[in-house]
């Protein structure tokens, strides 16, 4: 029974919403409940009543001992792939009306001329342009015309758009014309209805920054109406705690500034690996990890290195752009729910649809038609038929298999065996070239690696997936199946400023880079401190924008003092990692400063336990094909909870756990830590890896 006050992290996915909730002790208590795409404030609740079901509570007495909500959603993602956000007008500088369409005139793959660009989201008769200009300085060249703003007011309102995009021509360097337009447009529009480039993302280049401000305006309809009303649903329902929410930058923060910038949920949920994997950073013994984490639709991929989590300000959201400071997740559709279809030239195919939660994969049996991966799991042997995840579901295993006879017996011949095995090799492949993309590709050795198998399907995978890549470690935590809800949980409050600031970089530089950062940070600091007094003093990191003199691209080096030599140095060892040489003595520009302002709550406490090494008793034994070279054996098969610290076993072998289900190949040992999570040392070592 858990002991109030505690905090619970909910994650929405796109089959399950994943509940944890830990109390004043450290007790956790763990939930998975269909999610409800339909309508998100219900499937939400519906979690909350059946933990408080779980704990033989009411709801209400559930959210009263509640002392922090913290919610994950990717409603604004899902917003913009179904293309159901608001009815959105942009003003522009005139003459550059046009910048969303003409985007940055290249394509991200040179020699690919065919797929075309996505539908641009201000149609061209509701992007009007504006008389006034600022010079890359922004020095002003001609005055705004304000007759120019109210005429295009009246235009939009006459149209029935819903919320305005701001976005002038170098607005980073002053925000003034934005500023003043935006009081212009205060007597027909609502403040949260305008959204303006230099708040939203204040970098120089004016597509992404357009692109950025049209896609918050875009989403902010949707988004925030949501929020709002879910944070009035809790509160009547007893919630007298904060609601905060994880951003795309892997910190949490208030409805309240989620509505300056509703962008910044782009990649809320899968954010939250950042405090998951810190977590993991000090259970697993490495700070050297990879999170593949798998759910039902799709895979998020995040990089640690040396303890911290790669970002970006580069978010791309079915082609369209967002300038906002996020974690570095690498999105692949592959999940349990993946559809597998035969091509036209007879070739398995897997993804990217897939099943959801409703209808789901067939063997679920609520009306799924086509085999999913998780049917070609249960066909293996790798996943029992029977209840699941916790008793919501039950698989059949019978429908499974005459699904893939269907698809690919009656058509091709294959049994339903084969067909789910190349089904699963398929899946493995996709895997292996996301864990690459994510770490080879930016110059990392695999080998230096521990791969961290979570999602309720990552550990399904993961043991094939690290062999092929050489790596020769899995780390899974029991947690695995939940584990950005988790993570929530073990996440800070943070807030993020940029100042775009080009010049050449020099001592100078730094003073002036120094001043503006003072600035940045006090003003991120009152915002910090709203948070309540239980946190942590704010803490401030710095990180500055660099490129060699000519180029367009930059990168990003932290700051932590003001030892030029060291940060130069800092920036052509990254430089060197990417691209394996530097441009030694070459000058150097500063473009942009970048300050993080962050939090600390209390987090998840780490708990070791004592164990003696021991081999536990397998519970059954069930036919599992293992691979194709060792074809179908009787297998082992353990359950999770008897598996304690110090448990020791040899594969092939299959685990069910309160979360994951864990498949690991012949001769691959497990064991047990102290923290009680899974090891797994692969039997072949490692081979491969990138320097």
């Not at 269907?406 to 996709?430: F, H, K, S």
């Not at 110090?646 to 092939?652: F, K, M």
Request: with cysteine.
């Amino acid at each position: 029974m858990l002991v109030a006050p505690w905090r619970i992290g909910i994650d929405i996915g796109g089959t399950f919403t994943d509940v944890v909730a830990i109390d004043v002790n450290g007790q956790i208590e763990v939930l998975k409940s269909p999610s409800r795409p339909d309508d998100p404030t219900a499937g939400v609740m519906a979690a909350l009543g059946a933990l408080a079901r779980r704990l033989d509570v009411s709801t209400n007495q559930l959210l009263a001992g509640c002392s922090m909500l913290v919610h994950g959603s990717t409603i604004a993602t899902n917003t913009v792939l179904e293309g159901k956000g608001a009815r959105v007008g942009l003003l522009a500088t005139k003459g550059f009306r046009d910048t969303l369409e003409i985007r940055r005139g290249i394509r991200e793959e040179p020699w690919n001329h065919r797929p075309p660009f996505p539908t641009v989201l201000v149609p061209r008769r509701w992007r009007l342009p504006v008389r006034g200009r600022l010079d890359k300085d922004g020095a002003e060249l001609a005055p705004l015309n304000e007759a120019d703003v109210k005429a295009a007011s009246k235009a939009f309102k006459d149209a029935g758009i819903e919320c305005v995009a701001v976005s002038f021509l170098h607005s980073y360097a002053n925000g003034a014309h934005e500023r003043t337009a935006t009081q212009i447009l205060g007597s027909d529009w609502d403040p949260d209805a305008i959204f303006c480039s230099h708040e939203i993302s204040p970098y120089a280049g004016e597509y992404g920054r357009t692109s950025s401000t049209v896609l918050a305006a875009y989403v902010s309809r949707r988004v925030v109406p949501y929020l709002r009303s879910l944070e009035g649903i809790l509160r009547q329902n007893g919630l007298f705690g904060p609601l905060l929410l994880i951003q795309s930058n892997g910190g949490i923060a208030s409805v309240d500034e989620i509505a300056r910038n509703p962008a910044c949920l782009l990649l809320s949920g899968p954010a939250a690996q950042v405090g998951a994997l810190r977590h993991v950073a000090g259970t697993a013994g490495t700070d050297n990890l990879i999170s593949l984490e798998m759910g039902g639709t799709s895979c998020d991929l995040a990089l640690m290195e040396r303890g911290r989590v790669h970002s970006t300000d580069r978010i791309d959201i079915a082609g369209y752009l967002a300038l906002v400071p996020s974690v570095d997740i690498h999105s692949v559709s592959a999940g349990g729910g993946s559809i597998a279809r035969l091509d036209a030239g007879g070739m398995v195919t897997l993804g990217p649809d897939g099943a959801g939660s409703i209808p789901g994969p067939v063997c679920y049996r609520r009306g799924g038609q086509n085999p999913t991966n998780t049917d070609a799991q249960l066909v293996l042997g790798r996943l029992a038929p029977g209840p699941f995840a916790g008793g919501t579901l039950d698989l059949d295993d019978e429908a499974a298999r005459k699904a893939l006879q269907r698809v690919y017996g009656e058509t091709i011949g294959l049994a339903p065996e084969a067909a789910a095995l190349g089904i699963v090799e398929l899946m493995d492949q996709n895997l292996r070239h996301a864990v690459e993309h994510v770490s080879a590709e930016q110059g990392f050795d695999l080998r230096d690696f521990t791969l961290v198998a979570v999602g309720g399907a990552g550990a399904l995978h993961a043991t094939s997936v690290a062999r092929s890549l050489g790596c020769s470690r899995v780390y899974i935590p029991r947690l695995a199946g939940v584990f950005c809800a988790f993570g929530m949980l073990n996440s800070d409050v943070r807030l993020d400023q940029v100042r775009t600031i080009r010049r050449s970089f020099d001592k100078n530089a730094l003073q002036e880079l120094e001043r503006v950062a003072h600035e940045l940070e006090t003003g991120l600091r009152a915002r910090l401190m709203a948070y309540g007094e239980t946190g942590s003093h704010p803490i401030f990191s710095r990180h500055i924008d660099l490129n060699y003199l000519g180029q367009q691209s930059q990168l990003s080096v932290d700051w932590a003092d003001n030892d030029i030599e060291a940060i130069i140095a800092s920036y052509e060892e990254r430089y060197t990692l990417l691209y394996g040489h530097a441009h030694k003595h070459s000058p150097l520009m500063t473009c942009a400063l970048r300050v993080s302002g962050s939090r600390r709550f209390p987090g998840v406490s780490i708990q070791k336990r004592e164990g003696t090494d021991y081999a536990p008793r397998a519970s059954s034994k069930r036919r599992v094909v293992v691979s194709r070279e060792i074809g179908p054996l009787d297998v082992n098969v353990y359950e999770g909870a008897a598996l304690n610290t110090g448990a020791r076993l040899v594969g092939p072998a299959v685990i069910n756990d309160m979360t994951t289900t864990v498949f690991i190949g012949k001769d691959d040992r497990l064991h047990v830590d102290a923290s009680n999570n899974f090891v797994v040392e692969l039997s072949v070592p490692a081979q491969g890896g990138a320097k």
